[in-house]
């Protein structure tokens, strides 16, 4: 059975609820904003939501403390086509709908158009801080391209300095594994930037999956990308045939480690890094080789 009202009313929850909504109907024609509570099937889910990924945990934990507490922060939403569509606050409603709850507080907002709608709510999960790196990167990319703001802008906007809003986009150019391994937190922010100093996409997934599959610290990836390219630097790649470095490129991704080829008229050697015991064993097994280190 659904809950008829919030437990503790819009009244207690929210000094001047009451008349707020006394003034629902001049609010609306002036267009300011009002406080009210909306029945939860009349609001919309908002297609500018940045947050594409709920922990459950935490969800359960948030309608647990909705139901002792009650919605201490109302939702901010938007009149669209008889209805309302939710700008902010999509945990909270989400959490509301879980207990069974008929209606939840909310800001309304008259009169904002859909640039300013997605750009409230991209600000607003920004500026809560609980976005995964990549939903954080997304949203300051659609603040640039859909609403016309520059990185400062952006910065500005959400109280943060430019570079941390240049080094948050970076990781827009990485591959999709490697942006799924941060969604899934088995790698972070950090290790991410650390392999955007290797030029290749498969030198930055390998190092990636090794980072994951190992718990490498950020700092103890730093040294091995740094000894990559240290080690590119030595090579002279421009003496390999484009076959040799097709080759080599293969290795690396079958392998998930780095692979040299120095080849030479009559033979050559072809030589395989590790960097950890358990790398060393991962590679006997590979090869069929019993022995473990």
Known sequence: MKRPALGRGLDALIPGAAA?????????ESGRKFITEIPIDKIAANPNQPRQHFDPVRLAELAESIKEQGVIQPIVVRPIDGSY???????????????????IPSIVYESTD?????ELALIENLQR??????EEAGAYHRLMTECSLSQADVALKVGKDRSSVANSLRLLSLSQEIQGLIVKGEITAGHARALLALPLAAEREALARRAAREGLSVRELEKIVYSERSSRKARQP?????????????????????VLITHKRKGGRITIEYY??????????????????
């Open 276 to 293: 950890s015991t358990d790398e060393l064993n991962r590679l006997l097994e590979f090869f069929g080789v019993l022995e473990n280190f």
């Open 85 to 103: 569509e939710i700008i902010a606050g999509e945990r909270r409603l989400m959490a509301v709908k879980k207990l069974g709850w008929s209606a």
């Open 114 to 118: 859909n640039e300013t709608a997605m």
């Open 129 to 134: 801080e609980d976005l995964n790196p990549m």
């Open 238 to 258: 421009k003496t390999k045939s484009p076959q040799i470095l097709s080759i080599e490129e293969s290795l690396k991704r079958k392998l998930a480690t780095r």
């Open 20 to 28: 707020a909504r006394e003034m629902n109907v001049s609010a609306a």
